[in-house]
Structure formats: C-alpha cells, structure tokens
C-alpha cells in the first residue's frame, strides 16, 4: 500500500481536525496508485474550502481568539502569534496569503516587523491594527509597507471586507466570477458550471480549478500549484498534484468535445480555450 | 504608563495621570472591538438559542475586561493609580 502525506507546514493545525487516507472509488488507477489524501474538515460543512492562509499577530489574546474564529468562519485557514518575533517565525516558514498585523506587539512591534519583511516580501497584504488614534501611527504604517489600516475598535465585517479586498487586488485583481470558455467559476459561491451544468467539486479541487483559472492560457508548474494550492513545499516525488489534476480534469472536461485542461510536457499545466 | 515609584494614595503629577489614563483608555479598544464583533457576528451568523447563549456569554467576559478598565480609571481621577 502506497500513499503520500503531504508535509504538513507548521502551525497549519487549525482548521482541519484531522487528515484521512481513504480509498478512492474510482476504476481508472493513476500511476499505479490507488490512495489519496482527504482531508477533511472540521465541522463538516460540504461548501468550506481553505481558500486563503492568514496570519494573525495580536498580543491581546482574547482578541487574537476572536479573530481567529471569525475569520475560520469566513472560511480563511488562521494561524495565530502573540509576538513580533514569531510572526517574524511564522512568516519566514510558512506561505500565507494576507498577514493581519498589530502595531502594538511585544518583542518586535508592527512597524519594526514591516521594515524587516518588506525587502524580501514585497507581495505580502498587510493590514494593520491599531489603537493609538493618532493620525501619524496610520501614516507611519502606511509608508512602512502596510497595504491598509483599522483603527480599534473596528467593526469585524469591516475587517472582512477589507480581508476580501486586499485579497483581491492580491489576485492580479480577478472578480468573483472566472471564465475560461464556458467553463465558469464563482469563487464566493464556491459554485462551478460547465456549459450550464453544475459540476460538484471537494475544497481541494476547487481551489485547484481556481488557480489554473486564475492564470488561464498561463502554463503553471507543479511547485507552483503546490505552494498556491496546498501551501507546501513541492516534493518531486510526489503525484499528489497531478492525481488532484487528474480529478478536476474527470470532472470538468469528460462531457464536452473541448478539452480545457491541458498538459504541457515538462512544465504542467494550462487551463485554456483553444 | 504606571507610576512604580510612587505610593498608593499619594498625589501623581499631572503629565503621568494623563498618560496613565490613556494608556487605560487605550486599553478599552481590544474589549470593545471583540464585543463589537460578537454582536455583529451573533446577529449574522447565530441560529439557535445555544448559539446565543455562547454569544451572550462571551460578550460578558468582554464587558468584564470594560469594567476592569473603567475602575483603573476611577483609580487614576483619584489619583490612587
């Protein structure tokens, strides 16, 4: 029996309760293995997804707590720090998609964690918390590198708009809605339709689709599905991404005459129109 | 900030009574955003009455933290900090 664990990145705990090998209950065996990781998740809501990582860096715990459960339940995957410098940790081992940071932290404070993550994470949406009304923190945050500002207290669905926004705009601006011939993908409805008809997809092949759709006519490597998708490193001996490939492929492409999921040998993949 | 070196009940110089009761003031901000965003997130969200009932709950551990923060400032006007 063979089977693969994808490496499991630290502090990734919250969100899944736990991860399962089961068999899948297709015929088609692909390269020769049978077995594929399902990670299932928490409270058993059939639409949740991961769709994004967020890093949260508040000292005042109850708070971060706060936070981390509201934003899980905005369906974001959240990890939590208390201190400068294992947000600094955190950042520096892990791939996050949006870091929610407050300026007041113990051991290195927002502003210091800004200057020291900028050069090498230029990309990073960072929005950042604050208590201190003065007009000068905002502005001092902004120019350091922080993409937005929330002064507490703040209201949380602003926090979450402000999240879907910065998230946005992360996404070479892509809207809710993507299309790649009649292939179509509502990203905030976690719905996907080919030629009229719904097509049932699990929260990994989901996300996949997105991001292959998110970067249509676009050739993506296998390590770059795997760090975007799966935020992990990519192991060269594993198939995991091309056995998940494999499966939106059956699901999306089987029914139509167009194949919109390609293969490009010695590269990866593309999802495009012709 | 609060005052180490100087003795419960004695007098505290104006400049480090207001700092001191900034500091508190500016310590409501977390307790207010967290009850904020139960509120929100109860009326949003919340569908029985034990969803409620959690909300409810933590709410009040939120006010406890305002009612901390408002007795530190009474302690502060008095100059007892």
Redesign the interface.
Known sequence: MQFELPQDPPLSSCGFSKIQIRETNTNATFSGRRFVLQEQIADNSASIRSSAKLLVAED?V??AH??KR?LQ?SKYEVDLVHDGELALQSLNTSKYDLLVLDLNLPKIDGLALLAKIRPSMPGLPVLVLT??TGLEDRIMALDEGADDCLL??????E?GARTRALLRRKNNGCGRVLQVADLVLDREQFMVERAGKRIDLTSKEFSLLEYLMMNSRKPVTRAMIMENVWKAPYDSNSNLVDVYVKYVRDKVDIESSTKLLRTIRGIGYVIADN | MNTENQAIGTEIPRSSMTAAMSEVL?Q???????L???L??AL??AETITDYRESVE?SL??VA?LVDCLNQAKRIAIGQA
């Open positions: 005042d109850p708070l706060f936070l509201g339940g208590g201190r507490k207290p703040f209201s949380f669905n926090l | 500016h409501t901000a977390q307790p207010l955003t967290v904020l965003g139960i929100e997130l949003l969200q933590r551990s939120e933290r």
